[in-house]
């Protein structure tokens, strides 16, 4: 079992920036691939950025805005959120999933809440 815990979302202006940490309550980076997701009000989750070994990828919606990146020694993923946008906000969700050949694992944070507004 993996817990998740995701914290630094907030209020900020449109243009502004945040960092979102995730805390796991092991390593698992080595293996795991190592996502962020959000909901706004009345969609759907969706799926923003991951990383994997040494590769990560991006929403074309952040693409450029947001960076994702692990702290090995603290068990720890970041969003960086740079030049939010109003559409931005939703909640912020921590994911970590791994594929073998017949098994899923996969778990997720509580959520953070993410709001860009003047």
């Known amino acids: ?3 998740l815990v995701e914290s630094g979302g907030g209020l900020v202006q449109p243009g502004g920036s945040l960092r979102l940490s995730c805390v796991a309550s092991r390593n698992i980076f080595i293996r ?20 994997t070994g040494g590769s990560t990828n991006y929403a074309d919606s952040v693409k450029g805005r947001f960076t994702i990146s692990r702290d090995y020694p603290r068990s720890t993923v970041f969003l960086q959120m740079n030049s939010l946008k109003p559409e931005d906000t ?14 899923e694992y996969d778990y997720w944070g509580q959520g953070t809440q993410v709001t860009v507004s003047s």
């Open 90 to 103: 939703a909640v912020y969700y921590c994911n970590a999933n791994l594929r073998t050949g017949t098994e």
């Open 32 to 51: 795991y691939t190592m996502g962020w997701y959000r909901q706004a009000p009345g969609n759907q989750r969706e799926w923003v950025a991951a990383v």
């Open 1 to 3: 079992q993996v817990q």
